[in-house]
């Protein structure tokens, strides 16, 4: 049944049309056949009792008389008649008389022939002797008054005909009833086949037309069936089909008018991002010019002698500078990151050395709010870039102290299947569950509605974040209001290597007396500030807004610079890029250089980080500066 309900129209079409056609083949075969089988059996059975009867008539008086030749010959005429297999005669009492087969000596005294009771039609009949009534005197009383007296049988005849010509022609009937039957089937299933065209047919165009519609080629149109319902299902399938093509038509009107509206918006957000890029890249620069030079004027300031009240006033200064210039170095970390110039540097490395910086950083400002501040010790051994590993741990930990008003932060390393999981944890405000994706995100800060400057700009967590994803670290958080906030970053656990790190990894600047620097800087104020301030370290500065000042002011006999600095930004054609390069053509290629620069876009970090020469961005550090200046004397 389960079959049957998948089988096509055209098969349910043959098999209604074939089934009750051979049902009524099948029974008008079966009765005239078997019709036909009977009569003819009844003809046989009928043409044996003839002869027997013929027989025991004509052996009444040879049986009588007792005379055999007569009876054997009246035997042998009946067994030349077709389909007679054997006759006999008995006498009254049953003996054989006499006895003719086929396949024997006529007339001997042989045993009958034995035969297959199946394949032989047997008939007996009796000898009767002849009823004759004599008109006698002697005859005692009259015919009407006298019964009649009774006569014995004379014998016995039995004539055995064979069937075989029976068989023969039930077989010949059965033949014809089943090649009937065949060429009557044969004969439905044609006609069945024509009939199921002609209504499967329609059908199977009208399926074939849905399917292409369905495809969506929504022209397709089904073509004329007739009429009727076929006629109805056509018209409705191709109404279909043109009520969607027209909302097909629709839709994609609508669709390219939302495109083209979208790329309109797309162009302008971009072209507005655009200009606030360069709007930010501009502002930026020229934030930062005045802001290196602050830095420069006020770590110079800072180590003169003052008197105590004046020594305050330089330390908040200093305090209020290095705010500012955090915060400036958050959107330049933002920046780097967007712009993809920053590549991590992967090696093995200790993680109890960047633990005990990070407590010794921020124990003051723990200590400020009447917090603990707990690292856990380590002998964990990490795999990532340990730069910006420690940023990341450094913004998770200040960013817990910043938010955590009692209690503590804990900062700890665990070891799980082959993992490190280093732990920040905080007693703080806690974070709700709908808020603990957006943090991430860039100036956003739960906490600081009147956006107060202590609590920064809200890009911790986003440089974090940010970073993670470039190292390919997992980064989890939990946390319940109230409660307190568990950040985990999950990082590649490494081997020990105690000969590649040893106690005396940091390295602190030494003394730069009499080292021979060529300043190149355009802004006067930053020139003077950064000429002072390598001034104040006992360098011998010669500073110039330009290569071409320079070369016009500097002495012929001059001995040859052993640093390069120069701002990337000048106000010549050249950048500081190929200021530098000039000047290593002119004194030296392997001449050490630094680059200086108070643009954040990413064309610049681009270009700074293919000429392989290192790079500062304004509000240059002092300390930082120091370091990198003590690094490349060394290496010189």
Known sequence: MMSMVRWGVRARVIVAAVLPMLAMAAVLTVFY????????????????????????????????????DTLQQLA?????????????????????????????????????????????????????????????????????????????????????????????????????????????????????????????????????????????????RVPELGGGSLRLLADGV???????????????????????????????????????????????????QPMHALGLFITELSQLSHAPEARHLVQ???????????????????????AGVLHPTIASFPLQPIL??????????????????????????????????????????????????????????????????VEVRDSGVGIEEHEQEII??????????????????????????????????RLSLRSRPGVGSVFTLEMPAAEADRGAHGAGNERTPGDLAGWRIVLIEDDPLARNGMDSLLSSWGCVVESAASLEELIDVRAPDAP?????????????PDNGITAIAAMRARWGADLPAVLISGDTCADTLKLAQDSAIPLLHKPVRPARLRALLHRLYSNH
């Open 356 to 421: 005990e910086r990070i407590s010794a950083e921020l124990r003051t400002a723990a200590a400020e709010k009447g917090l603990r501040l707990k690292v856990r010790a380590t002998e964990a051994w990490g795999r990532s870039d340990p730069v910006l590993f420690e940023r990341i741990l450094t913004n998770l930990a200040s960013n817990a102290i910043r938010y955590t008003q009692r209690g503590g932060v804990l900062v700890a390393c665990r070891r799980r299947a082959g993992k490190l999981h």
């Open 33 to 68: 056949t078997g019709s036909r089988l009977a009569d003819l059996d009844e003809a046989h059975a009928a043409r044996a009792q003839a002869l027997a009867r013929q027989l025991a008539a004509a052996s009444e008086y040879a049986a009588f008389a007792g005379n055999l």
């Open 316 to 338: 908040k200064i200093s305090a209020s500078a290095e705010a500012m210039e955090n915060l400036l170095d958050s959107l330049l970390d933002i920046s780097k990151l967007d």
């Open 76 to 220: 042998n005429a009946v067994l030349a008649e077709s389909d007679v297999a054997a006759v006999s005669i008995r006498d009254p009492s049953g003996e054989l008389l006499v006895r003719s087969a086929r396949g024997q000596h006529q007339g001997s005294g042989a045993p009958p022939s034995t035969h297959d009771s199946g394949g032989l039609l047997r008939v007996t009949e009796s000898i009767l002797p002849s009823n004759i009534q004599l008109d006698d005197a002697f005859t005692l009383g009259t015919a009407d008054s006298a019964q009649a007296p009774h006569i014995p049988t004379l014998g016995t005849v039995t004539v055995e005909l064979s069937l075989e010509r029976v068989k023969a022609r039930r077989n010949e009937l059965l033949r014809v009833a089943t090649v009937s039957t065949l060429l009557v089937l044969i004969a439905s299933l044609l006609l069945s086949t024509w009939l199921s065209r002609g209504v499967s047919g329609p059908i199977r165009r009208v399926a074939w037309a849905v399917a292409r519609i369905g495809q969506g080629r929504l022209s397709e």
């Open 238 to 288: 191709n109404d279909m089909a043109e009520r969607l093509e027209e909302i097909h038509d629709s839709m994609a009107r609508r669709i390219m008018e939302a495109t083209a509206e979208l790329r309109e918006r797309k162009e302008e957000a971009e072209q507005a991002n655009l200009a606030k890029s360069r709007f930010l890249a501009a502002a930026s620069h020229d934030l930062r």
């Open 440 to 473: 991430f995100q860039e100036f956003v800060q739960l906490d600081n509605a009147e956006r107060a400057r202590d609590k920064g700009l809200g890009l911790g967590l986003a440089i974090v974040r940010r970073l993670t994803d470039l190292l390919g670290h």
């Open 560 to 572: 040859p610079p052993q640093l390069l600095i120069s701002d990337f930004r000048l106000r010549s």
